[in-house]
């Protein structure tokens, strides 16, 4: 593979060769995008958890090599010695790495820059600072200069800026997806399900999500028994399915339609009105009207698409997201 | 040269040491407990005192302040009188040392598990506590700044110039952060609100880390590592340029554990760049430790004092390099919170003081007791234990933070949440949990082991109370070599190296304090931002008194996960001006339950009633325990204790909480209306019977408050700033 063509992997190199403090942008509760922008490829880079792993794994082959190739020079040292070349007169690549690296005054030749310092018997050396640490420090220094010079005269956005650019981003990926898939169903087009498969979900949702105020059987808890004819709310699944998906945050329903996906509420709604005419354990006592559905002669899987029922909850919509 | 005789004190290092495997022990038990209450909630038994909320900062800071500060005042003795050629200045100064250090620990002891708390962390005893501590840490530091004053070495070792910050250091961390307003002889107010009190509490939390757990230790090491393995220490140029590194930087780098909070952004940023400039510094430590063991690396194979010190000082490394990384914002959206934190705050805490701990323990008793340790098999079988005790504790820990981090910010395709209910990303973690109580198990196996091969080990000797030394006196004038380093003159000025200390920790704090407290715009206010009802008032002391803020932080940040989780209807993030009123700040630190900052309104009075009654009621399988002695049943009185709540209301007067004089006047009759009204709305469910005047109630006030203040401002909920 022609590796100059690969974009993730251009986008790679680009991000190894640049400032690091660019590593700060990244906001992980972005989904990850295909596509990198123009000064936020680092940030595609690393919000891809395959690529982070990519990384690492080269890292990790690396490590695997060396210690390989190390344990067979030491298994040729022990087997076949002879096979060995003396050593050259000049210094390995290695040793004068880290004789560069680091600057020690070999052990042999401590005595030279052994001080006069002795306390309770500790003596101590005058070692140079090791290079790789200084040269480690001055880059924590123009990293931070960097940084600030980023985050604060540049305009590299605040985390507020971040948060907004991530709400718009999941907007609009959340409206394309709903595009795509059509899972579009709202109060004006949701209609009681009947099949089982879709009735097995919302029991599904309903046991982990509504139990602890409605009671596994409906009877209600904290929540309103959902198994008489009385609805506080209205009544039959437009009724039912807005109530979940706005609720009635002060009597202590609350909205669902961020945590369940439409098609989701229409499960739970469903679900939830099997319940009807069934005997809780122990049922609450009736709340509110008992419901009378207008258009109950119709067939129930032909719901009121254009039931009028109030509509105080949309306000709330806007409100949201 | 005149000689001149003198006797070291050995007694009093001793004391300090066995008070510290004393509190350890304990101090580890309790950890045990409180970890094994994640996986069983019922192990609080339904009893105050033995309830998470309260135990957690029980733990801490007995393994802060009683385990390492013992320990580390132990090994300062030891060391100090042998590097100055000098007995301690006072023995009665010591005895107070002593003897006051452990009275506050029994205080801590006591008042802890009681509920009396200030709520800060590593900060949590009250007021007279708070006294006394300045009072003891003032006797150590005057103790060991005149031994210094009448020392026989001319300058000073390393390792002292890092205990003289730890000195002048602590007291100025625990003198501001403990500012507190007292009500009663056992509660107070912080002085400062909300995000300043954020502020300045981990300028301390961060900072009690530095130069209590840190910069003494690093003293220790200079003493006992070289000692042990009989090598000169690597490099004295090394020593110089990361001491003074260190303590500048570190000062700074509180605001790392405020990222993507209500903390104004420039602050944010000064944590984050501080805490990268520390790896230097704080590796500098490490590799003059290590390369001091150069020459000696055989040693460390047979000396198991070597072997706890060399992974010691590993373990230092390790969480002094992942410390700043952890400060990048990107990794500490995704790490804070989480049991991450704890993971890495147990490398440094089982592994660096810990381990460092130990082998000094192992290579001083036998020294004091003129004998020699009762059983290196022992020992070593404790270093292995122990090490495998810390890879059990954090690296489940470790998986535990990415899973739960994950599992909250991931989200469906259609913009719901894969985890909408907060407890599925709980009950995953309890594998972890359990792996993470076996790790400390195995801590404790080994502290076992150490007990037993220390009393065998001192019933075999004998201790040298009076350890006989002899050394010339300083003359008078002295004068410098020609050619020496520059340092060695402030080496030889103890005062000087005090006061330097003291300046070069001050320009930190006093930047980025000051102007959060002074300059207005850096907390810009909200209308709608009232003070809380005396009902709430009490509710929320109650809220202190159970240490729920050890599980519950209230600060939704700035991220699409958090918005939609915690306020799904005005997806609003927490901002500086909610916390106003807040005396003191109840961010938090991790969320082992949900953020509760939107909380109010989300559930019905009813709902927490039976939640608190048993929170596995409303959510099956939660983690929380029971908090049934808020309820007046089973013939236990839990009424509202309102003898304080005027006073109260006044100090937060005293505080700039502006209650109308015709509110104090009044707020008896406020508060029988609003609890009234909460006990109606309950009592309407005929499963629950209650009286205005409980406890619960007063706690229901406060939780259903919290965050709707900002709900009545549609115009600003809307318009993001």
Same mark, same amino acid.
């Given at each position: 593979m022609n590796h100059r063509n690969n974009p993730r992997f251009f986008a790679a190199w680009t991000a190894v060769m640049s400032s690091a403090s660019g590593l700060m942008a990244q906001t992980p509760t972005v989904p990850a995008t295909a596509t990198a922008e123009e000064g936020r490829w680092l940030v595609d880079f690393f919000k891809d958890p395959i690529q982070i792993g990519f990384v690492v794994g080269i890292g990790m082959v690396l490590l695997a090599l060396y210690s390989i190739n190390r344990a067979l020079n030491a298994l040729r040292e022990t087997l076949a010695p002879e096979t060995i070349k003396a050593p050259k007169a000049a210094p390995s690549w290695y040793s004068s790495l880290m004789k560069g690296a680091t600057k020690a005054t070999p052990i042999e030749r401590e005595a030279d820059v052994m001080l006069d310092h002795d306390y309770d018997g500790i003596k101590e050396l005058d070692n140079s600072l090791p290079p790789w640490w200084v040269w480690g420090f001055y880059f924590t220094i123009a990293f931070s200069v960097v940084y600030l010079i980023r985050y604060h005269i540049l305009g590299e956005p605040s985390s507020k800026k971040e948060f907004e650019i991530a709400m718009a981003d999941a907007k609009a990926s959340v409206e394309e997806y709903r595009k795509k898939v059509g899972d579009a169903v709202d109060e004006t087009t949701v209609v009681l399900l009947t099949e089982a498969g879709r009735i097995a979900s919302g029991k599904k949702i309903y046991e982990s999500n509504c139990v602890a105020c409605h009671a596994a059987d409906g009877g209600g808890l904290v929540g309103p028994n959902l198994t008489d004819p009385n609805w506080i709310h209205g009544g039959g699944i437009v009724n039912v399915f807005k109530t979940i998906k706005y609720g009635v945050p002060e009597k202590?329903?609350?909205?669902?339609k961020d945590q369940l996906s439409p098609t989701q509420m229409q499960d739970v709604a469903s679900y939830v009105l099997t319940f009807q005419g069934t005997a809780p354990a122990a049922p609450k006592a009736p709340e509110g009207e008992v419901w009378v559905d207008a258009a109950a002669a119709e067939p129930t899987t032909d719901a009121p698409a254009t039931d009028s029922t109030s509509t105080p909850a949309d306000s709330l919509s806007t409100a949201a997201l | 040269m005149q000689m001149e005789r003198f006797r070291y004190d050995n007694a009093i290092v001793r004391n300090f040491i066995v008070a510290s495997i004393l509190w350890g022990t304990v101090g580890f038990l309790v950890g045990l407990w409180v970890a094994l209450e994640l996986i #069983?909630?019922? $192990?609080? #038994?339904? $009893?105050p005192f033995l309830t998470f909320g309260r135990l957690r900062a029980l733990h801490t800071n007995a393994v802060i302040f009683a385990f390492v500060g013992n320990a580390m005042f132990g090994g300062i003795y030891y060391s100090l009188q042998r590097l100055l050629k000098a007995r301690m200045a006072s023995d009665l100064l010591s005895a107070i040392h002593f003897w006051g250090w452990q009275l506050i620990i029994v205080a801590a002891a006591i008042t802890l598990p009681m509920g009396i708390t200030s709520s800060k962390e590593y900060a949590e005893l009250e007021w007279p506590i708070d006294i006394a501590i300045a009072l003891v840490w003032v006797a150590f530091g005057v103790n060991m700044i005149s031994t210094i004053i009448k020392r026989r070495e001319r300058h000073l070792y390393v390792a002292i110039w890092f205990y003289i910050a730890t000195f002048v250091t602590v007291a100025v961390l625990h003198i501001f952060n403990s500012l507190e307003l007292p009500v009663s002889l056992f509660k107070s107010y912080s002085v400062y609100a909300g995000v300043q009190d954020a502020l300045v509490q981990w300028w301390y939390g961060h900072n009690a880390v530095a130069f209590f757990l840190t910069t003494p230790i690093l003293g220790l090491m200079y003493y006992f590592l070289p000692k042990a393995a009989n090598r000169p220490v690597y490099s004295y140029r090394l020593s110089i340029i990361h001491f003074w590194a260190l303590i500048f930087l570190y000062i700074w780098a509180g605001p790392h554990h405020l990222l993507y909070s209500a903390l104004p952004d420039w602050a944010q940023s000064l944590g984050t760049v501080f805490s990268v400039m520390l790896i230097a510094p704080s590796w500098g430590g490490m590799i003059n430790g290590l390369l001091t063991l150069r020459g000696a690396w055989d040693k460390v194979r047979e000396s198991v004092v070597l072997k706890f010190f060399v992974v010691s000082v590993t373990a230092y490394g390790m969480s002094t390099f992942e410390g700043p990384m952890l400060s990048l914002k990107n990794i500490n959206a995704i790490a804070h919170f989480t049991d991450w934190i704890p993971a890495h705050v147990h490398i440094g805490t089982l592994g660096w003081n810990g381990f460092l701990i130990f082998g000094m323990i192992y290579w001083l008793m036998p020294k004091i007791y003129r004998t020699s340790l009762f059983s290196d098999k022992m020992a070593n079988a404790h270093f292995w234990i122990g090490t495998l005790g810390i890879l059990f504790w954090a690296l489940p820990m470790y998986v535990a933070g990415f899973t739960q981090s994950l599992m909250w910010k991931d989200f469906n395709p259609d913009g719901t949440l894969a985890y909408g209910n907060f407890l599925e990303t709980v009950t995953q973690l309890i594998p972890m949990y359990a792996l993470r109580a076996l790790g400390g198990t195995l801590y404790i196996v080994g502290m076992v082991l150490l007990i037993i091969n220390v009393v065998r080990t001192v019933r075999s000797g004998e201790l040298l109370r009076e350890e006989e030394a002899e050394a010339p006196a300083l003359e008078r004038a002295y004068a410098g070599h020609k050619g020496e380093h520059w340092h060695r003159w402030i080496e030889r000025k103890p005062l000087q190296m005090t006061f330097w200390s003291l300046v070069v920790i001050l320009i930190g704090g006093i930047i980025e304090i000051v102007p959060t407290i002074l300059i207005k715009s850096n907390i810009p206010t909200i209308a709608s931002v009232k003070p809380y009802t005396a009902l709430e008032l009490e509710g929320r002391d109650i809220y202190i008194r159970e240490g729920c803020n050890a599980c519950h932080s209230q600060m939704v940040r700035p991220f699409r996960s958090e918005v939609v989780r915690y306020d799904p209807v005005h997806q609003q993030y927490s901002m500086a001006g909610e916390y106003v009123y807040d005396h003191p700040h109840l961010w938090g630190s991790k969320r082992t339950g949900p953020d509760l900052h939107r909380e109010g309104g989300k559930y019905p009075h009813s709902w927490h009633y039976n939640h608190m009654w048993d929170p596995t009621s409303m959510s099956p399988g939660s983690l929380m325990p029971r908090y049934t002695w808020l309820y007046s049943a089973n013939g236990r009185d839990a009424s509202l204790?309102?003898? $304080?709540t005027e006073k109260k209301l006044k100090a937060m007067v005293q505080l700039g909480v502006p209650y109308t004089e015709e509110y104090i006047a009044n707020w008896e009759e406020e508060l029988n209306m609003q609890a009234k009204s909460i006990a109606d709305e309950l009592n309407k469910d005929p499963n629950i019977k209650v009286q205005p005047r409980e406890e619960i109630v007063a706690l229901i006030a406060y939780l259903q408050r919290l965050g709707t203040d900002i709900k009545k401002e549609p115009a600003l909920a809307l318009n993001q700033p």
């Amino acid at each position: 593979m022609n590796h100059r063509n690969n974009p993730r992997f251009f986008a790679a190199w680009t991000a190894v060769m640049s400032s690091a403090s660019g590593l700060m942008a990244q906001t992980p509760t972005v989904p990850a995008t295909a596509t990198a922008e123009e000064g936020r490829w680092l940030v595609d880079f690393f919000k891809d958890p395959i690529q982070i792993g990519f990384v690492v794994g080269i890292g990790m082959v690396l490590l695997a090599l060396y210690s390989i190739n190390r344990a067979l020079n030491a298994l040729r040292e022990t087997l076949a010695p002879e096979t060995i070349k003396a050593p050259k007169a000049a210094p390995s690549w290695y040793s004068s790495l880290m004789k560069g690296a680091t600057k020690a005054t070999p052990i042999e030749r401590e005595a030279d820059v052994m001080l006069d310092h002795d306390y309770d018997g500790i003596k101590e050396l005058d070692n140079s600072l090791p290079p790789w640490w200084v040269w480690g420090f001055y880059f924590t220094i123009a990293f931070s200069v960097v940084y600030l010079i980023r985050y604060h005269i540049l305009g590299e956005p605040s985390s507020k800026k971040e948060f907004e650019i991530a709400m718009a981003d999941a907007k609009a990926s959340v409206e394309e997806y709903r595009k795509k898939v059509g899972d579009a169903v709202d109060e004006t087009t949701v209609v009681l399900l009947t099949e089982a498969g879709r009735i097995a979900s919302g029991k599904k949702i309903y046991e982990s999500n509504c139990v602890a105020c409605h009671a596994a059987d409906g009877g209600g808890l904290v929540g309103p028994n959902l198994t008489d004819p009385n609805w506080i709310h209205g009544g039959g699944i437009v009724n039912v399915f807005k109530t979940i998906k706005y609720g009635v945050p002060e009597k202590g329903m609350i909205s669902w339609k961020d945590q369940l996906s439409p098609t989701q509420m229409q499960d739970v709604a469903s679900y939830v009105l099997t319940f009807q005419g069934t005997a809780p354990a122990a049922p609450k006592a009736p709340e509110g009207e008992v419901w009378v559905d207008a258009a109950a002669a119709e067939p129930t899987t032909d719901a009121p698409a254009t039931d009028s029922t109030s509509t105080p909850a949309d306000s709330l919509s806007t409100a949201a997201l | 040269m005149q000689m001149e005789r003198f006797r070291y004190d050995n007694a009093i290092v001793r004391n300090f040491i066995v008070a510290s495997i004393l509190w350890g022990t304990v101090g580890f038990l309790v950890g045990l407990w409180v970890a094994l209450e994640l996986i #069983f909630p019922q $192990l609080n #038994f339904e $009893l105050p005192f033995l309830t998470f909320g309260r135990l957690r900062a029980l733990h801490t800071n007995a393994v802060i302040f009683a385990f390492v500060g013992n320990a580390m005042f132990g090994g300062i003795y030891y060391s100090l009188q042998r590097l100055l050629k000098a007995r301690m200045a006072s023995d009665l100064l010591s005895a107070i040392h002593f003897w006051g250090w452990q009275l506050i620990i029994v205080a801590a002891a006591i008042t802890l598990p009681m509920g009396i708390t200030s709520s800060k962390e590593y900060a949590e005893l009250e007021w007279p506590i708070d006294i006394a501590i300045a009072l003891v840490w003032v006797a150590f530091g005057v103790n060991m700044i005149s031994t210094i004053i009448k020392r026989r070495e001319r300058h000073l070792y390393v390792a002292i110039w890092f205990y003289i910050a730890t000195f002048v250091t602590v007291a100025v961390l625990h003198i501001f952060n403990s500012l507190e307003l007292p009500v009663s002889l056992f509660k107070s107010y912080s002085v400062y609100a909300g995000v300043q009190d954020a502020l300045v509490q981990w300028w301390y939390g961060h900072n009690a880390v530095a130069f209590f757990l840190t910069t003494p230790i690093l003293g220790l090491m200079y003493y006992f590592l070289p000692k042990a393995a009989n090598r000169p220490v690597y490099s004295y140029r090394l020593s110089i340029i990361h001491f003074w590194a260190l303590i500048f930087l570190y000062i700074w780098a509180g605001p790392h554990h405020l990222l993507y909070s209500a903390l104004p952004d420039w602050a944010q940023s000064l944590g984050t760049v501080f805490s990268v400039m520390l790896i230097a510094p704080s590796w500098g430590g490490m590799i003059n430790g290590l390369l001091t063991l150069r020459g000696a690396w055989d040693k460390v194979r047979e000396s198991v004092v070597l072997k706890f010190f060399v992974v010691s000082v590993t373990a230092y490394g390790m969480s002094t390099f992942e410390g700043p990384m952890l400060s990048l914002k990107n990794i500490n959206a995704i790490a804070h919170f989480t049991d991450w934190i704890p993971a890495h705050v147990h490398i440094g805490t089982l592994g660096w003081n810990g381990f460092l701990i130990f082998g000094m323990i192992y290579w001083l008793m036998p020294k004091i007791y003129r004998t020699s340790l009762f059983s290196d098999k022992m020992a070593n079988a404790h270093f292995w234990i122990g090490t495998l005790g810390i890879l059990f504790w954090a690296l489940p820990m470790y998986v535990a933070g990415f899973t739960q981090s994950l599992m909250w910010k991931d989200f469906n395709p259609d913009g719901t949440l894969a985890y909408g209910n907060f407890l599925e990303t709980v009950t995953q973690l309890i594998p972890m949990y359990a792996l993470r109580a076996l790790g400390g198990t195995l801590y404790i196996v080994g502290m076992v082991l150490l007990i037993i091969n220390v009393v065998r080990t001192v019933r075999s000797g004998e201790l040298l109370r009076e350890e006989e030394a002899e050394a010339p006196a300083l003359e008078r004038a002295y004068a410098g070599h020609k050619g020496e380093h520059w340092h060695r003159w402030i080496e030889r000025k103890p005062l000087q190296m005090t006061f330097w200390s003291l300046v070069v920790i001050l320009i930190g704090g006093i930047i980025e304090i000051v102007p959060t407290i002074l300059i207005k715009s850096n907390i810009p206010t909200i209308a709608s931002v009232k003070p809380y009802t005396a009902l709430e008032l009490e509710g929320r002391d109650i809220y202190i008194r159970e240490g729920c803020n050890a599980c519950h932080s209230q600060m939704v940040r700035p991220f699409r996960s958090e918005v939609v989780r915690y306020d799904p209807v005005h997806q609003q993030y927490s901002m500086a001006g909610e916390y106003v009123y807040d005396h003191p700040h109840l961010w938090g630190s991790k969320r082992t339950g949900p953020d509760l900052h939107r909380e109010g309104g989300k559930y019905p009075h009813s709902w927490h009633y039976n939640h608190m009654w048993d929170p596995t009621s409303m959510s099956p399988g939660s983690l929380m325990p029971r908090y049934t002695w808020l309820y007046s049943a089973n013939g236990r009185d839990a009424s509202l204790n309102t003898s $304080l709540t005027e006073k109260k209301l006044k100090a937060m007067v005293q505080l700039g909480v502006p209650y109308t004089e015709e509110y104090i006047a009044n707020w008896e009759e406020e508060l029988n209306m609003q609890a009234k009204s909460i006990a109606d709305e309950l009592n309407k469910d005929p499963n629950i019977k209650v009286q205005p005047r409980e406890e619960i109630v007063a706690l229901i006030a406060y939780l259903q408050r919290l965050g709707t203040d900002i709900k009545k401002e549609p115009a600003l909920a809307l318009n993001q700033p």
